[in-house]
């Protein structure tokens, strides 16, 4: 069965950097466009980034974190990456990685971005 499995986050002061990475099983991972989603203590979950199937040549971003944040993703090793930098107080949340479609999600991982 499929299964999505973030790790990567933590707690860090504002201007820092954290790498989130999303491993998946259970499908045939090139296949699928990957993204982030994230989802603040008391508000709806939202779209951070996404970057297609095979290749990856293409991504899309929430404008907030144009220019800090990147998707990248290696198919060989099943996983997709979410490489944040100058972190800011407002990108705390659990962060969870999706895959379409069908959808999957993975179980999310928690950033804390201290000011």
């Known amino acids: 069965q499929a299964q999505l499995v973030e790790s990567g986050g933590g707690l860090v002061q504002a201007g820092g950097s954290l790498r989130l990475s999303c491993a998946a099983s259970?499908?045939?991972?090139?296949?699928?466009?990957m993204g982030w989603f994230r989802q603040a203590p008391g508000k709806e979950r939202e779209f951070v980034a996404t970057?297609?199937?095979?290749?990856?040549?293409?991504?899309y971003y929430t404008d907030s974190v144009k220019g800090r944040f990147t998707i990248s993703r290696d198919n060989a090793k099943n996983t997709v990456y979410l490489q944040m930098n100058n972190l800011k107080p407002e990108d705390t949340a659990v962060y969870y990685c999706?895959?379409?479609?069908?959808?999957?999600w993975g179980q999310g991982t928690q950033v804390t971005v201290s000011s």
């Open positions: 999706k895959a379409w479609a069908p959808d999957y």
């Open positions: 970057i297609a199937s095979r290749s990856g040549s293409t991504t």
């Open positions: 259970g499908i045939t991972f090139s296949r699928y466009a």
